[in-house]
């Protein structure tokens, strides 16, 4: 395997940056859908980041969703209220998308 699961997580991580950042340009240009959505990716890659260290990942959102709350939340390594805002922000982003 080239690179390693710490390279991943770092990949990953940049990505969840970057989206952050294009999420707050969105907003500034009132462009709010637009803003939802990339605010949710940034979470969403921030998560893969989180999961790429334990080796996991799934093409379905819910699939790395259940995963970080079945082992980062409900082994309190992460405060629960993390999984609401995450919810939240899923729920969002669909509304905004559809």
């Known amino acids: 395997?080239?690179?390693s699961v710490i390279d991943l997580s770092r990949y990953r991580y940049e990505i969840a940056k970057d989206d952050l950042d294009t999420a707050k340009?969105?907003?500034k240009a009132e462009k709010y859908k637009a803003a939802v959505n990339m605010s949710y990716y940034a979470i969403f890659h921030a998560l893969r980041s989180v999961?790429?260290?334990d080796g996991f990942d799934s093409s379905k959102h819910s699939g790395?969703?259940?995963y970080f709350n079945?082992?980062?939340v409900k082994n309190k390594i992460f405060e629960k209220d993390i999984s609401k805002k995450i919810d939240k922000a899923f729920r969002l982003r669909e509304k905004a998308d559809y």
Do not use: P, S
Request: no cysteine; net charge neutral; aromatic share 14%.
């Open 70 to 72: 079945k082992n980062y």
């Open 64 to 66: 790395v969703i259940a």
């Open 25 to 27: 340009v969105m907003f």
């Open 51 to 53: 999961t790429a260290l």
């Open 1 to 3: 395997m080239e690179g």
